[in-house]
């Protein structure tokens, strides 16, 4: 059910024991027998997508939505958004909704982009005077250039979803819902799109944000909710839920580690396309070696980690990050320039470098490898990030256990 935005109400999406049921068949014949007998026998065995889930979003909330494939993520959002009806439970949403779900939903491959444009416009609720007032602005938002005139099965998973994203945002809606579609997109548009998105955010818009990416979710999202196995497991504030699941991922082997891209002192990773930025080189060092890997004796060992990095020039000066993670991949500490209010530098071709300095680094003796970030001036969209780049080999002195030491005293 689906209310006008006009009317007040206390939420913008209430859900009350939501659940989506699917009939399982072991035979395609059995689907056939299922039509024709089903009243006295049961072909079919019940999968939940989504069972029991209970959810209250107020307008202007920002929610995060995370889960493993498969844990009934988009299931619960193409209900939020109609195009998926619940087998069990109420729902409503209260305002406009524009989604941009799988990658092409709503476009027709046959038709061109302007051909799509007006279609998906006229299935947000736009009439076509409205949709011709936006036209300009939506195909300089999109800036595909003459393929707006070519059928849409033509396009890259790039153009397609820079065209639907700006369809999408310019019907001003009251909820907007994303699911990973901004993947695909390249850095200058990824750019382009999370301004919009928080543009959308500080003009009071219910936004729900369904990502792998812990870092944007806890950058964007004010509060967020873990969907596992089809139930709702947590929700709480940003920060406690991904912290959360990033500790089941770990404990659960769900952590996938990625080889790490690195280039030699001097060399390029990637040429740094227009609109964006890229880690040029990182490097680890403490008094007695330098390097991808270093030694360190916790607690007594200094250690500097620099990144340089290249950027396109006409971009504000970005963040840079790192995060340190432990053998299983769980993220033990981090630090940001953002964060620590730390205004970088970088010269008139938008190269720079920034150095971290941990002094007498108290992690506990262990592997632990560090991920870098070069970030946008707010530190909300990653440019650019090379996983566990850095490798760090702590010995210790002592029987601590645990990642860290923590300052303390004994009063006896």
Not at 8 to 17: F, L, P, V
Not at 120 to 135: T, W
Not at 312 to 336: I, K, M, Q
Request: aromatic share 8%; proline share 4%.
């Amino acid at each position: 059910m689906v209310a006008p935005a006009s009317q007040a109400q206390s939420y913008a999406i209430e859900a009350r024991g939501l659940g989506k049921c699917y009939g399982l068949y072991a035979h395609p014949s059995d689907r056939l027998k299922q039509l024709l007998w089903g009243r006295w026998r049961q072909f079919s065995r019940e999968f939940w997508a989504l069972r029991d889930v209970d959810l209250l979003i107020r307008p202007g909330e920002v929610v995060g939505l995370v889960g493993r494939n498969g844990a009934g993520k988009s299931t619960l959002l193409q209900m939020l958004c109609g195009t998926l009806p619940p087998t069990t439970g109420r729902l409503q949403v209260h305002g406009r909704v524009a989604a941009l779900l799988e990658l092409g939903a709503g476009f027709n491959p046959e038709f061109t982009g302007i051909e799509n444009v007006f279609m998906n416009g006229a299935i947000l609720g736009l009439k076509h005077h409205e949709v011709e007032e936006r036209l300009d602005e939506i195909l300089a938002f999109a800036d595909i250039g003459e393929f707006v005139h070519q059928p849409v099965k033509t396009y890259s998973s790039g153009m397609f979803v820079r065209l639907a994203f700006a369809v999408a945002t310019s019907v001003e809606p009251d909820i907007l819902v994303i699911d990973e579609a901004l993947a695909v997109g390249d850095g200058a548009f990824a750019r382009k799109s999370f301004d919009r998105i928080m543009r959308l955010k500080d003009s009071g818009k219910t936004i729900l944000f369904c990502s792998h990416s812990m870092y944007q979710v806890e950058a964007l999202c004010s509060r967020a909710i873990w969907i596992d196995k089809g139930k709702l497991r947590l929700q709480g504030s940003a920060a406690e839920v991904t912290s959360a699941y990033n500790a089941s991922l770990a404990s659960g082997g769900g952590f996938a580690s990625q080889a790490a891209s690195y280039a030699p002192p001097g060399q390029m990773r990637t040429a740094v396309p227009e609109g964006t930025g890229r880690i040029v080189r990182a490097v680890a060092r403490t008094e007695y070696e330098e390097g991808r890997q270093v030694h360190v004796h916790s607690s007594e060992t200094d250690v500097a980690i620099t990144i340089e990095f290249a950027i396109d020039p006409s971009l504000p000066v970005p963040g840079v990050a790192v995060g340190f993670s432990d053998a299983t991949g769980l993220t033990v500490a981090s630090a940001g320039s953002v964060n620590d209010g730390v205004t970088l530098r970088m010269d008139s071709d938008g190269r720079g470098q920034a150095t971290l300095l941990f002094r007498r680094l108290p992690l506990l003796k262990g592997r632990y490898s560090v991920t870098c970030f070069l970030t946008t001036e707010d530190g909300v969209h990653p440019y650019d990030q090379v996983e566990q780049c850095l490798q760090l080999e702590v010995t210790q002195h002592g029987l601590e256990q645990g990642v860290v030491t923590l300052p303390h005293e004994w009063q006896a």
